[in-house]
């Protein structure tokens, strides 16, 4: 992943099948892996095992076919063979190279007779000559060009160096170049993930621009923020390296109101780049009016000179709106929207030990090691749902999935989308059964039955604890849980005056999935939920 050329699906395979050892095997791999070249990538790596005995076609060619274990790559290998074995010059054998490439009939005739006669007056049959000459026309049709590959060859080397060396700066720089790229973005901070690093959510007190490497972590860049524009993310530079913010209060008695407009306030927030200040991002985006207000008297007043001492007054002690509390699903949702994946957690967390028990693996996991044309399973949580028509008439849909490891793509056929079209919408979590199959692009998935994930869940047997600092939501906590299920429901309060807790299991089990924890996570009353 980052490494130049040498990213795609494909290209690991090849790789990991060559082990190369050697920066001529990195230049071949690169002329080879187009459509008609790759299907020698399994011989190359056989001979260069020695799995296979090279073919090098004459003696004399030997030298010249060696480094690629006989199999005709570049076309300086064509022009050299055409010299070696039948003595073109320099300038004829790149009249050679043309001729083969443009597959021109009476030019080939003409080069046929040149090549085939000038083997012969060195010794070699005219059939054989004829043989080698067709062998050389068909490699040469798709041959590449050695020294364009060598280039390709040594940038991908030089950009695998600074990924071993220096991982960090190696990602937050890949990062930073592909910043409006969700989806490679999202690869990335899968990659940090499978190499152990730590990449830092976006912060107002922390964050530059672009992506940076501090004290070991790779630090999100805010301009990666979706909807959050340059200049604004500019002026908090500015701001912050005159003086570092001290809190909310600060930021909004230094903000300038002309940069920063409303919506692109709403996606910081959003994406959690407030939270080290207000971890309750509900609150905050219901309190915008109220900063931006604060930023607009404080600059208006230092534009005639004025010191409005309310204004800084009100700027010390911000008052959010209470009561606007954003679900825990809800809060991932709008951060997936800000950023363009998942961060700080993700929607499936919540069923970890339900998928492990069910053995059910991460998408990165199964996509290494896919069982094709198996049935398996995978769990995700779908991101979009695109539709269209095959040339048959009928619809398939393309939908686009996340789990804690990666995004990946899964294909519903039209009988499948028809009987779970309602299931496959954005935010649900999913347990998908799945069959795949490698092709050349990558892993096709293709979906065959779909249930929600909370079903799962809900035949395995879970605790669910809460804990109060009231009892005023019990009847609301009562209707939600209604009915038998497989879930033991604990409820722990403190004892008023004592300074101890009671705990109150309910007399049955009940019915309880992960939405229902999460709603009552939310209720006033609630001080915490844990449900396993």
């Known amino acids: 992943a980052g490494v130049f050329q040498l990213e795609s699906a494909g290209m690991r395979k090849a790789l990991v099948g060559m082990k190369p050892d050697r920066f001529e ?16 990538i399994p011989s190359y790596n056989k001979r260069k095992h020695g799995l296979e005995e090279p073919d090098y076609l004459h003696p004399l060619l030997e030298p010249i076919l060696k480094e690629t274990y006989g199999i005709i790559i570049y076309q300086e290998q064509v022009m050299q063979i055409a010299q070696v ?24 005739a003409v080069q046929r007779d040149r090549f085939v006669n000038g083997a012969v007056e060195r010794g070699t049959k005219a059939a054989h000559a004829n043989h080698i000459f067709d062998l050389v026309a068909k490699f040469a049709n798709y041959g590449f060009n050695k020294s364009h590959a060598a280039a390709y060859a040594l940038i991908a080397y030089h ?40 990449l830092r959510p976006p912060s107002i007190a922390d964050s530059d621009a672009e992506f940076s490497v501090k004290d070991g972590a790779i630090v999100y860049g805010l301009a990666a923020v979706k909807g959050v524009g340059r200049p604004l993310v500019e002026h908090i530079e500015t701001e912050r390296a005159k003086a570092p913010f001290k809190g909310l209060s600060d930021f909004a008695s230094r903000l300038d109101p002309k940069v920063a407009p409303k919506r692109a306030l709403e996606a910081l927030i959003a994406a959690g780049t407030f939270d080290d200040w207000v971890p309750d991002r509900g609150a905050l985006a219901g309190g915008i009016e109220h900063i931006l207000g604060i930023a607009n008297r404080v600059t208006n007043g230092q534009a005639v000179g004025q010191t409005d001492f309310f204004g800084a007054a009100q700027a010390d002690d911000i008052r959010l709106p209470t009561g606007i509390q954003w679900t825990p699903a809800e809060r991932l949702q709008r951060e997936h929207d800000a950023v363009g994946f998942y961060l700080s957690a993700h929607p499936l967390d919540d069923f970890a030990e339900t998928l492990k028990v069910g053995n059910v693996p991460q998408w990165r996991a199964f996509s290494e090691n896919p069982r094709r044309g198996e049935a398996a399973r995978l769990a995700g949580v779908v991101i979009s749902r695109q539709e269209r028509r095959t040339r048959s008439g009928g619809r398939i849909g393309v939908i686009n999935m996340s789990d804690a490891s990666g995004q ?21 979590c999913l347990l998908l059964s799945v069959t795949a199959q490698e092709r050349e692009e990558g892993l096709a998935v293709r979906i065959q039955h779909v249930e929600p994930l909370e079903k ?30 497989n879930c033991t429901v604990t409820f722990i309060a403190m004892v008023a005056g004592g300074g ?33």
């Open 25 to 40: 095997d990195i230049i071949a791999l690169v002329a080879l892996y187009r459509p008609g070249p790759m299907d020698n």
């Open 85 to 108: 074995l039948s003595g073109y010059s320099l300038g004829e054998a790149d009249l050679l190279r043309r001729a083969m490439g443009k597959k021109i009939a009476a030019e080939m």
């Open 159 to 198: 950009t695998a160096y600074l990924k071993a060396n220096h991982p960090r700066e190696f990602l937050a720089a890949s990062m930073t170049l592909d910043m409006g790229n969700t989806d490679k973005l999202a690869d990335f901070r899968a990659e940090a993930q499978r190499m152990g690093l730590t």
């Open 408 to 428: 990946f793509e899964a294909v519903a056929f039209q009988d499948t989308l028809e009987a779970q079209r309602d299931l496959l919408e954005p935010g649900r």
């Open 456 to 485: 799962l869940a809900a035949k395995a047997n879970t605790k669910l604890t809460v804990f109060l600092d009231s009892g005023e939501c019990l009847s609301s906590i009562d209707k939600l849980i209604e009915g038998d299920g």
């Open 500 to 532: 101890r807790e009671v705990s109150v299991p309910l007399a049955s089990p009940r019915r309880v999935t992960r939405s229902v924890a999460s709603a009552i996570k939310s209720m006033s009353g609630v001080v915490d939920v844990t449900f396993h």
